[in-house]
T-cell receptor
């Protein structure tokens, strides 16, 4: 148990569907992150939130829309996705943005776009 | 070109044997280097964190070394166990400034331990 919970664990959706990924952390951290992990590739940072404020949008297409209602919850809203968006989406949290403390990752949502 | 290169991409070892994974990076200046273990179907879990002034850090049977001059790190697994089968990811953090926190991730080395 890493203290970071992601739901759902698996998601299959069509290109015209709208769905949301959820992340919740029970560690009292102030920073939360969304990453995309594709096979054999390094993790790609998508978004960063620090104290509920978005501090980073790493040139992510607008079909991905993050939401951070409080420091414990992070959502990723999906719409009109493309087949190349199929990947493992990981949520992470850390005590503060940057810093030497390790990021704690959830187990991810495996997303498949039909 | 990725700023963190890991080798080999994958390796297979027999249970009980040792192995060493390599990480070369170009991030400069850098603050710290981390090794993560990612089991299949799980998220990455931190194994070690070393600052630029540290040469070695251990976590049980895992020992990480760092040579900041040559910008190389290695992760040594001693007396491997079946549970060591996983992907090992090297992560480099740039020097800490106001918002300059972006981590650079390697693509990982997949280790398979066979009985």
């Amino acid at each position: 148990e890493t203290g970071v919970t992601q739901t759902p664990r698996h998601l299959v959706m069509g290109m015209t569907n709208k769905k949301s990924l959820k992340c919740e952390q029970h560690l009292g951290h102030n920073a939360m992150y969304w990453y995309k992990q594709s096979a054999k590739k390094p993790l790609e940072l998508m978004f960063v939130y620090n104290f509920k404020e978005q501090t980073e949008n790493n040139s992510v297409p607008s079909r991905f829309s993050p939401e951070c209602p409080n420091s414990s919850h992070l959502f990723l809203h999906l719409h009109t996705l493309q087949p190349e968006d199929s990947a493992l989406y990981l949520c992470a949290s850390s005590q503060e943005e940057g810093g030497i403390q390790p990021q704690h990752f959830g187990d991810g949502t495996r997303l498949s776009i039909l | 070109k990725n700023q963190v290169e890991q080798s080999p991409q994958s390796l297979i070892i027999l249970e009980g044997k040792n192995c060493t994974l390599q990480c070369n990076y170009t991030v400069s200046p850098f603050s710290n280097l981390r090794w993560y273990k990612q089991d299949t179907g799980r998220g990455p879990v931190s194994l070690t964190i070393m600052t630029f002034s540290e040469n070695t850090k251990s976590n049980g049977r895992y020992t990480a070394t760092l040579d900041a001059d040559t910008k190389q790190s290695s992760l040594h697994i001693t007396a491997s166990q079946l549970s060591d089968s996983a992907s090992y990811i090297c992560v480099v953090s740039p020097i800490l400034r106001s918002n300059d926190y972006k981590l650079s991730f390697g693509a990982g080395t997949t280790v398979t331990v066979r009985a």
